[in-house]
């Protein structure tokens, strides 16, 4: 079984472009979260999403950052033009069930570097 | 803020001694969970505890609930060097419990 399959593993961009981070989650699950980790940092909770659902996007910058999860295809994290801040490792997860009941599966992580 | 906070920022124990990491959050939780990660890689789920248990344990692991201070602990005993990483604790906090939000993390450092 694959796991959860990130890509790309590493993105460099200039400033103003956009970034956009894939994430296939696991066979089966339909709940996928986007993490946000800067370097010796634990990870920022972003985006809770279900199929063609935004969940709970509470942690997601109000501006040049979204999320989707279509019925088909993976889940897109997009960065509209992006900072050097945004500069990060970028983490999905998914689930087969509610956070509430189930352990999450880890991608390994798309890294961000903004020039 | 943090919903999870473990406790020490940072350890560095020699081979065979036991590790333990702490972990306090602030509200209601459905079940806390511990996960490791090795530098440069994601996270992997390593055990996780509901909220009616006190206790639970997996291989060298014993991670222990404590609802009335909000707090738990994961033991690692025996460590060996390749229980280096950052452990991090995670609950999916109330009342909606549709989220998991992790704590800044622990990074254990084993010295063979």
């Known amino acids: 079984n694959a796991g959860v399959m990130q890509n790309p593993r590493h993105l460099v961009r200039r400033r103003g472009q956009e970034a956009r981070l894939r994430c296939s989650p696991m066979k089966g699950h339909s709940h996928v979260y986007w993490y946000r980790q800067l370097p010796e940092e634990g990870l920022k909770f972003m985006v809770y999403l279900q199929k063609e659902n935004i969940i709970d996007e509470s942690g997601m910058p109000k501006e040049r950052f979204s999320a989707e999860f279509p019925k088909e295809g993976p889940s897109i994290l997009r960065i509209q033009q992006v900072v050097r801040g945004d500069s990060a490792a970028y983490f999905c997860a998914s689930s087969g069930a509610l956070a509430a009941t189930g352990e999450l599966f880890f991608g390994e992580g798309s890294r961000l570097t903004v020039l | 803020s943090q919903q999870g906070e473990e406790d020490p920022q940072a350890l560095s124990i020699q081979e065979g001694e036991n590790a333990t990491m702490n972990c306090s959050y602030k509200?209601?939780?459905?079940?806390l969970q511990w996960y490791r990660q090795n530098s440069g890689r994601g996270l992997v789920h390593l055990i996780l505890i509901r909220s009616n248990e006190r206790e639970k344990h997996s291989g060298r692991l014993r991670v222990t609930l404590d609802t009335s201070k909000k707090s738990s602990s994961l033991l690692i005993t025996a460590s060996r060097a390749a229980d280096t990483a950052s452990y991090f604790c995670a609950t999916a906090p109330g009342p909606s419990y549709d989220k998991v939000i992790f704590g800044p993390g622990t990074s254990l450092s084993v010295i063979p």
């Open positions: 509200t209601s939780i459905n079940n």
